[in-house]
């Protein structure tokens, strides 16, 4: 009877206890978007009949990844909040380039990963998801083996027909003459007619910037209703920002990422040089929250490479760094295994196959921190002022119209306090915790917050919750209800034993 009690009292706590959340419908601004690099080959094996390359017994080769793979995986990319996702380029390569850079013929799809029907499918079913698609497109080199290297008559769309490249896995490629127009006009019809065929979203043009900014106009005004993303190698802020001024839509940062990953490779590093470059972003571009903001990518050593040297443990590491990426103004792209802490150095060592069985307390975060940013417009769309910083200790706060967050990092190994003065806030409100449920109220002219080491929390700019009479009240009448039904229950089990 005791226990039949507890449930009967307990029920109603239940019933009023739960909480909604509020969450914004998609935007069709790609600065709410957030990006997911995919190795296609790495990723998933979804059709064995395309597997004439594949040899899993040698890390160099081809594994089997293929369109169909990465289609039956977009449910998965969905829950890891991934809204647009960047794929390897899918262009005809010379044998065992499973990168897709040797390109040796922009007419053929290639085989190993399907058709152009195939290719088609996998964006319908994204789309029915709400999640873009985008090619890589690598128009600036080529395979030495192109169908136009071999051709007399284009010898002028070449400036090297054989240049070492870098890294050095790329080996030798064929450099093309972006000055030639025939060359930008041949690569525009690729584009427009790999698009029409597929429904595509846009393109990331591998190695952009080595291209003057010029070139790119061209794409623009062919491609109005695509996405166009340039990667940037070597490139100041103010380099990038031409890129951008000549129709790019969106640039990488190539100064972000050395020092970012400096800064949460390990604790105890100042941000101060990552804070400086976010400002500086501010004022440089049009559209500085469309800048992507990476970690590692397709050409780079392992961010988590960069922790083993340190000697520290890869998943707080990457929590520290993802959160701060989410939260800071700009596009946060995650390159395919990060999600899992992939290691390895640039390279056929650094491209494993993606394993979806392994340890899911990563992915569970980074599932954790995106639906904030996807909830949140502040995170996407807000002004970014820094609060505080101290060696690994980042405050800042991002405004939105009616809304005000805190951001706290507490990349350091011990706990930290910081303060923030009333004046900067409301001391009417308080600040509610949104990854870690902390709370801090107004106390002497300031709100306290405390992390304890590698925590990073979200606080939002709230009403001050105080007795909630409505509740209550309700909570009364609820169990003055149960008490009444218990009581009848009680009589009539009285009187029944009566007659027995």
């Known amino acids: 009877m005791k226990r039949q009690l507890f449930s009967l009292v307990m029920i109603p706590l239940l019933l009023f206890s739960g909480s909604t959340v509020l969450a914004e419908e998609k935007s069709e601004e790609w600065h709410d978007e957030t990006m997911y690099f995919l190795m296609t080959d790495r990723f998933m094996n979804g059709d064995p009949t395309n597997n004439a390359q594949v040899n899993n017994e040698d890390p160099s080769a081809y594994q089997g990844g293929d369109f169909k793979g990465v289609e039956d995986q977009l449910d998965y990319l969905q829950e890891l909040g991934i809204t647009s996702i960047v794929m390897s380029p899918v262009f005809e390569n010379e044998a065992g380039a499973y990168h897709g850079y040797s390109v040796t013929d922009y007419s053929k799809m290639n085989e190993q990963f399907g058709s152009k029907k195939e290719l088609q499918r996998l964006v319908k079913k994204a789309h029915e998801l709400d999640i873009r698609v985008l090619v890589d497109f690598p128009a600036t080199r080529v395979s030495t083996e192109h169908v136009w290297a071999g051709d007399p008559a284009k010898e002028d769309w070449f400036t090297s027909l054989s240049s070492a490249q870098e890294p050095n896995w790329l080996g030798n490629m064929a450099e093309i003459n972006t000055a030639n127009v025939d060359v930008q006009n041949a690569l525009i019809n690729v584009a427009v007619e790999l698009a029409d065929d597929t429904g595509i979203d846009g393109y990331f043009f591998s190695n952009a910037s080595g291209a003057a900014p010029s070139f790119w106009t061209a794409f623009d005004e062919k491609l109005p209703a695509l996405h166009l993303i340039g ?69 780079t050593d392992r961010f988590t490479l960069d922790m083993a ?192």
Not at 244 to 269: H, I, N, Y
């Open 231 to 299: 990667e940037m190698n070597d490139v100041t802020p103010e380099e990038a920002a031409a890129y951008e001024e000549a129709g790019l839509d969106s640039v990488t940062a190539a100064w972000m990422q050395e020092p970012l990953r400096k800064q949460f490779a390990t604790v105890d590093r100042s941000s101060e040089e990552v804070k400086e470059l976010l400002l500086k972003e501010q004022n440089v571009f049009k559209d500085p929250l469309e800048i992507i903001h990476m970690a590692d990518s397709a050409l």
């Open 309 to 500: 040297n340190e000697n520290m443990f890869p998943g707080a590491r990457w929590k520290m760094a993802l959160t701060y990426m989410y939260t800071t103004p700009g596009t946060p792209a995650v390159f395919y295994g990060s999600e899992i802490a992939q290691n390895g150095e640039s390279g056929v060592d650094a491209h494993g196959l993606m394993n979806f069985r392994t340890d899911q307390e990563l992915a569970d975060y980074i599932k954790q921190i995106a639906k904030l940013r996807a909830d949140l417009p502040a995170l996407r769309q807000g002004s970014y002022e820094p609060l505080y910083e101290k060696e690994g200790l980042s405050v800042f706060k991002r405004e939105y119209e009616n809304e005000t967050l805190i951001v706290a990092i507490n990349n350091t190994g011990e706990t930290q306090k910081v303060t923030i003065p009333v004046d900067e806030l409301d001391p009417e409100k308080e600040l509610s915790g949104l990854l870690a449920g902390d709370m801090s109220r107004a106390a002497d002219g300031e709100f306290t917050i405390i992390l304890d080491r590698e925590e990073a929390e979200v606080y939002a700019l709230t009403e001050k919750t105080g007795i909630n009479y409505a509740f209550i009240g309700a909570m009364i009448i609820v169990y003055v209800t149960f008490m009444i039904f218990l009581y009848i229950v009680w009589k009539r089990g009285k009187r029944a034993a009566g007659k027995e």
